[in-house]
């Protein structure tokens, strides 16, 4: 891992977003990760995805749990406040931070330690109460920052380091947060930036919860012969079923498809996600099939990615909160405190 | 046989089935009384089940504000047959028992003046509707009982009417049972009896409200747009009550949209993180819980007080330890709160006594967050929380304005060079913070629960950690400064012998005293209402050669703080300890006083035990 940072410099030509920003305004801290951590590139398709959508970093907050995964969020948009938590419970730091001022995104980043087991619990209620936010899990199999025990994403057919046999199925996130009734479920791979990219920004323009499960290799702990996430064995047994494009609002969507190879899928502030089938039998808008299909596909060895489930009908916690416009960390005394009449019935009432 | 004679003095306990519609007829009677101006201290004490399990509810009616538990009763209204003779059992020797004698009871006392009206019997011949006969039931003794203690029915009628406004075909039929109860006691009994209410002075313009809505109260007047929570007895009724008067107080006119989120939590670890997130945010946030779920939000307490953010919690304690007794009251969680998490933590807390002082308090607190960014924690007993109480309206200065703390808003930010979320510019050990959102180019910063120098940059760096550790302690004393001092029962020293108190426990006190003085032993007291503790708690305690320190706890834990932030002596330092889930009484707080203080010792007197 390297200890020297970029420049702080930027070459006065580099292209800039619509907001007048370039790619190195989204970046951060210099990562602490080991050389070839799946992370960093994930990473690296978050500031690629934030400077392509032209997010306004200061109105993003990021948050995490505890694991190499949630180290992550320093590595990116250091102009963005973060929060690293404890370990499973971000998705309570999100849904009340959301609350608090539904006018900022928010990236939730975490682990399968993170998610698939002390924060299961949590994970499931976010979902539940789809709560608005982009939630990304850096799924390696196994607990990196512990030196390599196996989480409960590791496959049943995956063998330790030293060959060590994993007694318990594993679950799969995707397939749990279908069941549990999540909008927007996506499955991606490290190794695969232009799938991963776009399926960010769809998640990120999303208007709810949106999952992207990234498989995401520990380099040093589970990246073996044997083990069924490591770069190889992903690369070999990628099953991808939506290829997923994400046109902003302002773009014209320029390629056609023929009538059944592609599906648009339009999201509240006018931006599409074309979804293109490399499955035919694949429908990633209903949840019955795609739990059958991963089901089935799971059972094969296969890595299915792809946007595996969208629907865009399904309400929010913001709309479910029927909260004023105006952010709730903006209110003032004269918009929350009662006046002297209420206060007056309240001691009037409890007169009896 | 000799009967009991007191004019609006006495103890009266209804002993009810639970879920059989008790509570509204009870606290009916508690209205009534309250509404002739005669304090009273409703008490509900009720099983951890939600029917059929005996529960009661006793009402002690103290013109003169004694207004703690006593123990004994003086009029038992025994409707439980399955407790029929516990109940017996505790009637003070020539007091009375109400019961219904449309069933027979053995009934082996005879000191005890012994009343039966057949409540099952009246209601059955008078109702058809089988809801109706085992409800008003309840209420025929409230009509029964306006007789017995001559209690004016018009004023009963008032209550009434008042009760059911909105539901205006329910009152007939109430006021006809209350008047089944009343003929019956008025034909067969010769009325009224030794015990009596008679209209008074003694209630002014205070209001009767319960803890938990009043400290609801305080959170909507404080500012508090995020709640989230976990029900667990005895808070849950703090989130509904501050529910309700949202559904009254933050509904833009308009719109119909909500200035509040309210979030029903699948957890306390949620509900906590929920509550952190919303005050990371820039929103005022709390939630409430009781033991078991501080106990599971100790974690997050570490982060925020190591993290530094704002949070409002209340902990409505109950009986301890572990599940311990979900429905009766004990003030046992002081340290497990003072102390909240693994490491170095220190939390503050709040120690109100009476529904006004958690309206007042429960606002407050979301300015001492803010101002201190750390944990504030409201502590609370169930006692407080779920019974109603006589207490003073509710006041607001509509001029007051939030204190926010140390916030750097974009154009404080534009002035300064590099922001360091951890630096301290003042010496105060506080920093300041940002919300995000407020600067595109400054400002933002990691919020995290390791180890990180002055710009949230993390380090393992020793000297930094431990330098900042030492700030927080910094910050902790500015806390003395800055929460509500001590409350001194004498303007000046007058005695060796302190008395130490807090909470709940207030309310037994002046009656203690009283008993105290009776015996010619004078104290000082000294009320306790925040932790960290102003130099003046030290000071008392200092200055007595004896001070007792009454808990509602077994560890005797409030004595531990001060022993441990104090560095105070233990020997001079008692207890008087109770802690079988009941209120204190002021008989238990006197009785152990004097036992240890020799009769007659006072100032510069014989030195105590």
């Known amino acids: ?352 | 046989m000799a009967a009991l004679n007191a004019i609006n003095e006495f103890v009266i306990r209804f002993a009810n089935v639970n879920g059989s519609g008790s509570a509204s007829a009870n606290v009916m009677f508690a209205k009534i009384v309250y509404r002739m101006g005669v304090p009273v201290a409703p008490k509900n004490i009720f099983p951890s089940n939600i029917q059929g399990l005996p529960t009661w509810f006793e009402a002690r009616v103290s013109a003169k504000g004694h207004l703690g538990r006593r123990e004994g009763v003086d009029l038992m209204v025994a409707m439980n047959p399955q407790t029929f003779a516990e109940d017996l059992a505790d009637v003070v020797p020539g007091g009375y028992l109400l019961y219904d004698s449309t069933f027979e009871q053995r009934i082996s006392r005879t000191d005890v003046n012994v009343i039966g009206v057949p409540l099952t019997r009246l209601c059955l011949e008078a109702f058809e509707d089988p809801r109706q006969r085992q409800l008003f039931k309840n209420v025929a003794y409230v009509g029964a009982l306006a007789a017995f203690l001559d209690i004016d029915f018009e004023a009963v009628k008032e209550v009434v009417s008042l009760q059911f406004r909105g539901k205006e075909k329910l009152v007939g039929p109430n006021i006809q049972a209350l008047e089944l109860g009343r003929d019956y006691a008025l034909r067969h009994y010769d009325c009224p009896l030794g015990l009596r209410v008679e209209k008074c002075d003694a209630v002014g313009d205070k209001i009767m409200i319960d803890g938990n809505s009043a400290a609801a109260l305080g959170c909507v007047f404080g500012g508090a747009t995020v709640a989230a929570w976990y029900p667990i007895t005895p808070s849950t009724s703090v989130a509904e009550a501050f529910e309700r008067y949202c559904e009254r107080m933050r509904v833009d006119e308009k719109t119909g949209e909500h200035k509040y989120a309210i979030i029903q939590a699948e957890d306390e670890l949620a509900a906590i993180g929920m509550a952190i997130g919303a005050n990371w945010n820039g929103a005022r946030g709390f939630t409430a819980t009781s033991g078991p779920g501080i106990s599971l939000m100790t974690e997050f307490l570490g982060l925020a007080y190591f993290a530094e953010i704002p949070l409002v919690l209340f902990n409505v304690q109950r009986g301890g330890p572990s599940t311990g007794m979900p429905t009766r009251t004990q003030q046992s969680d002081i340290t497990a709160c003072a102390y909240a998490s693994h490491g170095d933590t220190k939390q503050m807390l709040l120690f109100p006594s009476e529904p006004n002082e958690c309206f007042n308090m429960s606002a407050d607190a979301f300015d001492y967050a803010d101002r201190l960014q750390t944990p504030i924690i409201v502590m609370s007993d169930l006692d407080l929380g779920m019974n109603d109480w006589v207490c003073d309206p509710f006041e607001w200065d509509q001029e007051r304005r939030f204190d926010r703390g140390k916030v750097l808003d974009a154009e404080a930010l534009d002035k300064i060079e590099k922001f360091g979320r951890y630096r301290d510019v003042d010496g105060d050990g506080i920093c300041y913070r940002t919300y995000p959102g407020t600067h595109p180019e400054k400002g933002a910063f990691f919020t995290r629960g390791t180890s990180r120098d002055n710009y949230a940059v993390y380090t393992e760096d020793g000297d930094v950690h431990a330098e900042n550790l030492r700030r927080l302690n910094r910050k902790f004393d500015t806390g003395a400064k800055i929460l509500p001092g001590p409350e001194f029962g004498q303007e000046s020293q007058r005695s060796t012998i302190g008395i130490i108190y807090f909470g709940t426990t207030a309310t037994a006190m002046p009656e203690a005293l009283e008993q105290l003085e009776d015996q010619d032993i004078i104290v000082d007291t000294m009320r306790i209402r925040a932790f960290p503790f102003a130099p003046e708690v030290a000071e008392f305690v200092r200055a007595h050669e004896t001070v007792y320190i009454i808990e509602q706890n077994r560890d005797a834990q409030m004595r531990m703080l001060l022993m441990n932030e104090c560095d105070l002596a233990p020997d001079k330092m008692k207890k008087i300890l109770n802690y079988d889930g009941m209120p204190v009484t002021a008989r238990f707080i006197a009785e152990n006083i004097a036992a240890a203080v020799k009769p007659g010792a006072r100032q510069g007197g014989v030195a105590a035990e």
């Open chain 1, 1 to 352: 891992m390297s200890y020297i940072r970029k420049p702080a410099f930027q070459h006065p030509n580099l292209p800039k977003n619509e907001i007048g920003l370039t790619r190195r305004d989204y970046e951060g801290a210099m990562s602490t990760l080991c050389a070839g951590c799946g992370h960093d590139s994930v990473s690296a398709a978050i500031i690629e995805a934030c400077y392509a959508l032209g997010v306004e970093p200061h109105r993003l907050a990021k948050l995490s749990g505890i694991g190499c995964s949630s180290k992550t969020p320093t590595y990116f948009l250091s102009k963005s406040h973060g929060f690293n938590s404890v370990h499973g419970r971000m998705p309570s730091i999100a849904t009340g931070a959301s609350m608090a001022n539904t006018g900022l995104k928010y990236i939730g980043v975490s682990g399968d330690g993170d998610s698939a087991s002390i924060g299961l619990g949590q994970f499931a209620h976010a979902i539940r109460r789809q709560v608005n936010m982009l939630y990304i899990i850096e799924n390696n199999g196994t607990y990196g920052l512990t030196k390599g025990q196996f989480s409960a994403t590791n496959d049943r057919a995956s063998v330790g380091r030293k060959g060590q046999k994993n007694q318990f199925d594993p679950i799969d996130i995707c397939s749990l947060a279908i069941q549990l009734g999540a909008s927007f479920v996506a499955r991606g791979f490290s190794g695969d930036k232009a799938q991963l990219v776009p399926l960010i920004e769809s998640g990120m323009a999303h208007e709810g919860f949106a999952l992207i499960d990234v498989v995401s290799p520990c380099v040093t702990f589970n990246n073996h012969l044997g083990s069924t996430k490591s770069f190889d064995f992903v690369r070999e047994h990628n099953n991808a079923v939506m290829a997923t494009d994400f046109v902003p609002a302002r773009e014209q969507i320029h390629a056609e498809y023929d009538k059944g190879e592609a599906v648009d899928v339009q999201l509240h502030d006018d931006c599409t996600i074309r979804l293109r089938k490399l499955d035919d039998d694949y429908d990633p808008t209903d949840r019955a099939s795609a739990l059958k299909y991963l089901a089935d596909h799971h059972d094969r060895g296969e890595v299915v990615t792809g946007l595996l489930h969208v629907d865009t009908g399904i309400e929010n916690l913001r709309d479910k909160a029927q909260l004023v416009d105006q952010p709730l960390n903006e209110l003032v005394e004269r918009d929350l405190v009662p006046s002297q009449a209420l206060l007056d019935e309240v001691n009037q009432r409890r007169r009896w």
